[in-house]
């Protein structure tokens, strides 16, 4: 017994959550800019949403928009709905990802490895958070140059930075989640694609007062509505009020559910 | 290199191990004991369960009943102790085909906690050994299957395990990457890596195992080394085919034992294997008369055969989970 041990003692002092995270999201991002139409296509996603709705809508609707005028107001109502299509955007992608991961060979050789169990989950996490950063400066910067300016005080734009943290690690784990549950990459791709067409039943795009009943009371009580409505306070230099209590608690609970939920798929999955 | 063996520890020993998928009883009380540096083969055809059992021992899944060490640690109670020791390459490819042959690598020094200048060396060392440097900052996904299986050989060997799990490593690879393969595997057998490998080729477990397992729908049917098995096996034959019917019924009553096939024109006869039972045969010839000659050596179906009474069947076709299983199971289900 004593001679295996001693000819086996491996150099690895075994699994070590930060160590093994971070280098799971140093691969995440090594895969990011090596699938370059993917990471441009999902960039590029909230910012088709932008163009169109300002300059194929935004003259009529903005005209529309109550004490509104044109294209520029319009601009500034929707831009918080944009920002919420970008996170959105990146998650869809970590749900393929991680759909990929489960059906190639791979994960199954981590789990003979001793790497932290959270890892690999994790890993993916911290990507989408990297991944959504870069993301929303690129689709703030281009908003400014086609004539986006925000009233927003320096405190505000924290509370927003902090508002999209919080919302990509929510609706990440639940992308994660769906991408887990997923027998393939391929339905991996497409069932989280509801959460694309979300924003459009939201306050994002035109005022609720403004839809049918049935309709305006999905839209009123749909999570996105109160992140979209705080972002757009603290977009504008407006307070949030309760929307923001209501946004950070919608967060938490899709969050915390779906990371419970995506770690017991995680440690279940195992046939292949 | 396994004149230590007797004093050590087996590196695998596996009691009555079970494991059922609802109806489906994958494997029905598995024994075995694999000394530390020697190779083990388990044998056997599609769905045999092979690599139900490698994914036990690496503690994929867990069993249902019996128990199972591996270098001392029970997979089931001590997973991350069996998890830092040993290496695994799956049957099917675990690379990552995004990156490049050498950041794979990379990737596997870092998740062993190899220090940085370290994990490098090591990487660059396995590139060079494993023939892939021309390839190493290509991405994978451009590999030839040859080379992927090379490569996920070289991400298993990183952490320099001391027991590697190989299952059907040479399956879906052309003769001459086959022999590539088992080379480097021979290369380890003598570094004194203990090795369980899977394999639905006896002339691969001939190759490289001290001792073969064949296993038949989750029973290990016999067990040996590769000679002992091949000499319970009566597969081995010379045909002989003829120019004419003349011929070979001619040579047909000459030659004890043999049987004559008319239509195909050739002659069975039962050989042993051994080059001077071939000379003798050959020596008896009429060079006019026969047209070709090949020798048959026993291969898995001939094994099957002999162990069994039934040649290999792939799980699908079961008898156990087609025509035995009753329709109003289903319906009653
Ligand atoms: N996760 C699972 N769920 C249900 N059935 C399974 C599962 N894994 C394996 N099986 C069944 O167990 C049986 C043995 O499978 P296994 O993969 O161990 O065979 P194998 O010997 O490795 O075959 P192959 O040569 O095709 O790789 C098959 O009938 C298979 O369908
Ligand atoms: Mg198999």
């Known amino acids: ?272 | 290199m396994t004149t230590h063996t007797a004093a050590q520890a087996p590196a695998i020993e596996v009691t009555d191990l079970r494991k059922s998928f609802e109806d489906n009883h994958v494997l029905q009380g598995i024994e075995l004991t694999v000394p530390a540096g020697t190779v083990y083969a388990l044998l056997g055809p599609n769905g045999a369960g092979k690599t139900t059992a490698v994914r036990i021992l690496t503690t994929l899944i867990s069993g249902d009943a019996g128990t199972a060490t591996v270098l001392g640690h029970d997979v089931s109670t001590e997973p991350d102790a069996i998890r830092l020791r040993i290496g695994v390459t799956g049957q099917f490819s675990a690379i990552d085909e995004l990156l490049t042959g050498r950041e794979n690598l990379q990737l596997m020094a870092d998740l062993n906690h190899l220090p940085r200048r370290q994990g490098r060396a090591r990487a660059q060392e396995l590139l060079e050994r494993f023939d892939l440097v021309d390839a190493a900052d290509r991405g994978a996904a451009t590999y030839s299957g040859g080379m992927k299986r090379r490569l996920d050989l070289a991400m298993t060997l990183v952490s320099s395990p001391r027991l590697i799990f190989l299952d059907e490593p040479s399956t879906g690879l052309d003769p001459r990457s086959r022999r590539e393969l088992w080379q480097i595997i021979r290369e380890l057998i003598n570094e004194g890596v203990t090795i369980f490998l899977t394999t639905q080729y006896l002339e691969e477990a001939d190759e490289l195992a001290h001792k073969v397992g064949v296993l038949d729908r989750g029973t290990l049917v016999a067990e040996g080394t590769p000679a002992e098995l091949k000499r319970r096996v009566p597969g081995g034959r010379v045909d002989v085919t003829y120019v004419d019917p003349v011929a070979l019924s001619t040579a047909a009553g000459a030659i004890a034992g043999a049987t004559a096939d008319l239509e195909s024109l050739t002659l069975s006869v039962p050989h042993d294997g051994t080059l001077g039972a071939l000379q003798e045969l050959v020596g008896r010839l009429d060079s006019e008369a026969v047209a070709s000659l090949e020798v048959h050596t026993p291969d898995l179906d001939d094994v099957f055969l002999a162990l069994t009474g039934h040649r290999p069947q792939p799980a699908e076709e079961r008898p156990e989970n087609t025509t035995e299983a009753p329709m109003t199971e289903e319906v009653a289900r």
Request: glycine fraction near 10%.
């Open chain 1, 1 to 272: 017994m004593s001679a295996v041990t001693a000819t086996t003692a491996p150099v690895n002092s075994g699994p070590n959550a930060v160590l093994d995270s971070w280098t799971m999201l140093r691969r995440n991002l090594l895969q990011m800019v090596r699938y370059k139409s993917l990471t441009l296509m999902l960039i590029a996603q909230p910012l088709i949403f932008l163009l169109l709705f300002v300059y194929v809508f935004g003259g009529t609707m903005g005209a529309g928009l109550p004490g509104g005028d044109g294209r520029s107001d319009y601009m500034a109502f929707i831009m918080p709905a944009i920002v919420v299509m970008t996170v959105v955007s990146v998650s869809l992608s970590t749900a393929y990802t991680i759909a990929l991961d489960m059906e190639k060979g791979i994960v199954d050789r981590f789990r003979t490895m001793a790497i932290a169990k959270s890892a690999v989950l994790t890993g993916r996490v911290l990507g989408a958070i990297v991944f959504t950063v870069l993301a929303f400066v690129v689709v703030i910067a281009v908003a400014v140059v086609l004539g986006y300016r925000s009233d927003g005080t320096v405190l505000g734009w924290l509370g927003v930075i902090g508002l999209v943290l919080l919302m990509t690690l929510a609706l990440t784990w639940a992308t994660v989640a769906l991408g887990l549950s997923a027998p393939n990459a391929e339905t991996a791709s497409n069932t989280p694609m509801p959460l694309m067409f979300l924003p459009f039943l939201s306050s994002g795009f035109v005022p609720t007062d403004s839809m049918p009943a049935g309709l305006r009371w999905f839209a009123e009580y749909q999570p996105f509505t109160p992140m979209i409505d705080t972002l757009r306070a603290w977009m504008s230099g407006a307070g949030a009020g309760s929307d923001a209590w209501l946004a950070i608690g919608w967060c938490g609970l899709i969050g915390i559910g779906c990371f419970l939920w995506a770690r017991s798929l995680y440690t279940k999955v195992r046939a292949h």
